[in-house]
């Protein structure tokens, strides 16, 4: 589908019996807060972005700091293992898919063939110029001429170009969605590996109004934001609200899909959240203790005469 100047792809699935299409979402893990943006407008004043680009935001890292949960969930750090070389895989079978896709226009893919071009040819000119100086004793200019004269001769098989130019696609992407950060952690600066996931802010929805004391359905941009649940020690959920943040460290659990991108500058795959998230653990809320400062205090008296002499008369 066309949004803006981005061609987007995303993969969905026949529901069985039925031809609605469904999205793919995959249940991450519960991963740690590094940073997020949880405001009603997003990133639209940070970034300038109009109301229909804004989106909120969340940078994720492996992790937990929660000793109770590293206890009742040992195999929390496999499953976040696993689920990154997941997005990462799903992010190289995306790129295969649209690159093998007449279907999916995407100016890359021309830019990675002429690229294959090259390569293949540098190599075999390599390895054209290497027998040459072992089989001759000619000067460097005449060997690069002769070279030039051979590879006339060499025919790159179109599977050989496909595989290099499959290559090159998969080397030049972007993923938006994973990435190298490096971040502060209690005055440690560390390197990881972190997910970056997003949500618009705002969405096209079907809605009712009443028009005229009719009621009458129409496609209007309304607000989308998360909606963050909590359970209960009896097992049960409650809606919890958040302000423009939510604290680093906080162990939340999302759905996510991967999508295929490709924009006029860059092409890839990138990273969004469904509405509903969980939070698995946060940490408590401290109440601040009064401090207790010292007061001027005085003792009432009695008002004391002036010390000054009174004046005269005669001064």
């Known amino acids: 589908m066309k949004r803006g100047d981005d061609e987007i792809c995303q993969p969905r699935i026949l529901a069985a019996g039925t031809e609605r299409e469904l999205q793919i979402f995959l249940r991450l893990p519960a991963l740690s807060v590094l940073y997020s943006d949880t405001g009603p407008n997003g990133d639209a004043e940070k970034f300038n972005k109009s109301p229909?680009?804004?989106?909120?935001?969340?940078?994720l890292t492996k992790g937990c700091k929660f000793s109770k949960v590293t206890a009742a969930m040992p195999a929390l750090a496999n499953e976040q293992d696993e689920a990154f070389d997941s997005l990462e895989q799903m992010h190289k079978n995306l790129l295969i898919a649209a690159f093998k896709n007449a279907e999916v226009k995407c100016s890359g893919k021309a830019k990675a063939k002429a690229k294959a071009l090259k390569i293949l040819k540098k190599s075999s000119m390599d390895e054209i110029v290497a027998k040459l100086r072992k089989k001759e004793k000619s000067s460097e200019s005449d060997i690069q001429k002769k070279a030039?004269?051979?590879?006339?001769?060499?025919?790159?098989?179109?599977?050989?170009?496909e595989a290099t130019a499959l290559h090159v696609y998969l080397e030049d992407s972007h993923d938006a969605g994973m990435k190298e950060l490096t971040y502060t952690d209690n005055g440690e600066e560390k390197t990881d590996m972190v997910l970056k996931i997003k949500r618009k802010c705002r969405g096209m929805r079907t809605v009712e109004e009443t028009i005229d004391g009719e009621v009458v359905k129409k496609r209007k941009l309304v607000p989308t934001p998360p909606v963050f649940h909590k359970g209960t020690p009896t097992g049960e959920y409650y809606e919890k609200k958040v302000g423009d943040y939510v604290p680093r460290g906080t162990l939340l659990q999302f759905r996510v899909?991967?999508?295929?991108f490709s924009s006029p500058m860059m092409y890839g795959s990138n990273l969004t959240f469904d509405k509903d998230v969980t939070i698995l653990c946060e940490n408590k809320k401290r109440s601040r203790k009064a401090v207790s400062k010292p007061a001027v205090f005085f003792e009432d008296q009695d008002d004391e005469p002036d010390m000054k002499r009174s004046r005269t008369d005669s001064e």
């Open 257 to 260: 899909r991967r999508s295929f």
């Open 52 to 59: 229909e680009q804004a989106v909120n935001s969340f940078t």
């Open 148 to 161: 030039k004269e051979a590879y006339k001769k060499v025919k790159h098989s179109q599977e050989e170009i």
